[in-house]
């Protein structure tokens, strides 16, 4: 390692992120640009603060990506899924053909003979995964067209790397057999020297696998996991789960990014899907961030300065190539001008796969080092470039060339995103959402025990498993859109840590919260939630009236009584809540609250002679609510 060892590196990236994303923030460039910055800045062309095992980096943090389409998949319905395919067989597989043609033509009129044309087509005909999802999530644009085009041409992309990967030996001089994913870096792969039959027997029942384990296995054993109630080791199974599904996939040739976006798809409509992504989504910003940061410093700068037209007509031309083409089949699959533009300018770039492929191609003697090394450093700076290509468009072309409509977001295709959310789906809980839900109103409920969850999904419920006093989890839960949270879980520490952290991180929320005492409830409203709630009142002031009730008073005097009682209490608690540090003071006003209660009652009960209260006597009323 160059340097001081591991921790200086990790210090310098650190650093290098935790001052460059920021910054790139404050003036509107967006995170990912930030990292790439960072990476140039640190890198061996830069300050030379990191040296060559930026390469080595770069390779380890391509696991971001991998975690990065399995929370994908855990956002996609299996359905959403099939109504994609048009998009996903019919544009990327366009996209990645034409694109390919055309550069293979270009190559070849330059004077490259047709094999290394064709390789180099097929290798820059991929986008960048990472940039450009993250890029899109950042700003938002995931769920408008552009966006879901975007994403299908990226996905068919990362299929096309398989059979493009099997592709390449075949146009070397000599034996092409050997193992794709060993030039890689994957290592020996177990179809390797398998009959065609067989290796596609391994892969289909890799994918087999993986659907049928993710249903039938993956969540009894996520079920028993939870009933330990330990974080930490829900979070090592969730990772636990993505490394062995991406080094399965690798023993099979397959890309492992592709079968970690399957387990997320399979597991999208499991009741631990939020706790999933909650856990996942710091490894995968930090490992993406650091990804970012390796790109940044793999950019080869003394080939752009040693051969500065060639690169530059390589990064102009391929990104003026593929915006045409992508612009082309936009207007062609009828997508409105605003989305067409941003699906053209987003996925114009070339994509880190050609690391790999360029790396592959030369080791296989398809294509010369004197050739990959000036389009590697190209590749490198069109992905540095994207999301300033992509700010232009937002903030020149667009206003000036779009229709200046604002895209409606589908805010109801993300299922479990509802005006309330339920934390705690126990004994209080289960009614208030029983309620809601007779009434026509939809929640997401969120619960810690799951045996619990697993019920009440039997039911039909829409429950899942989580802590909902993570701030990773309610956001992925909604709560950024939805209008009420009513705190239903049975620990008193707990539901003070709910509230506050939901009044920091959403203040817009109303917060509806249990109480689970009067003292608890004390310590709620020092928290500022003004809607708290005792769970033994209402309950206990219902066993006081059936009590005075069969004790032979009047169905309406007893009602009111108990009325009463609830408006006295209620305003009692928050005076004495003040008082309740001075001991003294506040049992002399408890006392004092007795007595105007007793008062309060006694005066009542001498004025009630309405008519309208007798008819609480009525047969049928008793029948009704008795």
């Known amino acids: ?32 640009l930030g990292y790439l910055v960072a990476g140039i800045v640190i890198g061996p062309f830069g300050l030379h603060l990191i040296g060559r095992e930026g390469q080595d980096v770069l390779h380890f943090a391509e696991f971001g990506v991998v975690m990065m389409l399995f929370l994908i998949g855990l956002e996609l319905q299996p359905s959403l899924l099939w109504r994609m395919r048009a998009a996903i067989l019919g544009l990327g597989g366009l996209q990645v053909g034409f694109t390919a043609a055309a550069i293979t033509a270009i190559g070849s009129a330059l004077g490259l003979d047709w094999r290394s044309a064709l390789a180099i087509g097929l290798t820059l005909a991929l986008s960048s995964t990472a940039i450009v999802l993250q890029t899109l999530q950042e700003k938002d644009l995931m769920k408008t067209a552009g966006g879901q085009s975007s994403f299908a041409v990226l996905l068919f992309q990362d299929l096309a790397v398989i059979p493009i990967l099997a592709v390449l030996p075949l146009l070397a001089h000599g034996d092409g ?4 994913h060993q030039a890689a870096g994957h290592g020996s792969t177990w179809v390797a020297g398998l009959p065609g039959w067989a290796a596609t027997l391994a892969v289909l029942g890799a994918v087999a696998a993986i659907v049928v384990g993710g249903r039938t296995v993956v969540r009894p054993v996520f079920r028993f996991i939870a009933r330990a109630h330990v974080p930490e080791i829900f979070t090592a199974a969730a990772l636990l789960l993505v490394i062995g599904i991406a080094l399965l996939m690798t023993k099979v040739g397959l ?8 387990a997320g798809v399979v597991l999208a409509t499991s009741q631990y899907r939020h706790e999933l992504e909650s856990d996942i989504e ?3 910003a930090l490992l993406l961030g650091l990804f970012f940061i390796a790109v940044g410093a793999s950019i080869n700068f003394d080939q752009v300065a040693a051969r500065p037209m060639l690169v530059g007509g390589v990064v102009a031309g391929l990104m003026a190539l593929k915006f045409g083409v992508l612009f082309v089949l936009g207007r062609f699959f009828k997508m409105g ?8 300018f987003a996925l114009a770039q070339g994509g880190e796969f050609a690391f790999v492929l360029f790396s592959f191609a030369t080791q296989r003697g398809v294509l010369s ?16 470039l994207t999301p300033l290509v992509m700010l232009i468009n937002e903030r020149v072309v667009r206003p000036r060339l779009g229709t200046r409509e604002k895209v409606e977001r589908q805010t109801d295709a993300i299922e479990g995103e509802h005006a309330v959310i339920i934390a705690g789906y126990g ?8 309620l809601l839900r007779a009434s026509g109103i939809e929640a997401t409920v969120l619960d810690l025990d799951s045996d619990h969850v697993e019920m009440l999904r039997r039911l039909d419920h829409k429950v899942f498993y989580g802590d909902a006093s993570r701030i990773e989890l309610l956001r992925a839960a909604g709560a950024d859109s939805a209008r009420v949270l009513v705190v239903a879980v049975d620990e008193p520490e707990r539901i003070l840590e709910i509230v506050e952290g939901v009044q920091k991180h959403f203040p817009h929320l109303q917060i509806l919260a249990r109480a689970t005492g009067r003292t608890h409830a004390y310590e709620l409203l020092d928290a500022g939630v003004d809607r708290v709630y005792r769970e033994s009142l209402d309950t206990s002031i219902r066993v006081g009236v059936d009590t005075m009730r069969f004790l032979g008073m009047p169905a309406y005097e007893a009602h009111r009584r108990g009325q ?11 005076e004495l809540g003040s008082l309740r540090s001075d001991r003294a003071t506040y049992m002399r006003s408890v006392r004092l609250q007795t007595e105007t209660l007793e008062q309060l009652l006694q005066t009542d009960s001498e004025d009630i002679h309405l008519d309208r209260d007798a008819a609480w006597d009525a047969d049928s009323l008793r029948e009704e609510y008795g």
């Open 1 to 32: 390692m160059h340097g001081e060892g591991f921790f200086y590196q990790a210090f310098i990236y650190l650093v290098a992120a935790v001052v460059s994303v920021p910054l790139a923030k404050r003036l509107g460039l967006g995170s990912v």
């Open 177 to 180: 057999a050997g193992a794709a």
């Open 255 to 262: 890309s492992p990014a592709l079968g970690t976006f399957l």
């Open 282 to 284: 710091p490894f995968k």
């Open 337 to 344: 001008l605003d989305q067409n533009l941003l699906f053209s």
């Open 369 to 384: 080092t004197e050739l990959t090394t000036p389009l590697v450093a190209s590749v490198a700076l069109t992905m540095a």
């Open 427 to 434: 004994r209080v809980g289960t009614v208030v959402g029983r």
């Open 564 to 574: 009463i009682f609830r408006v006295h209490d209620e305003r009692a608690l928050r």
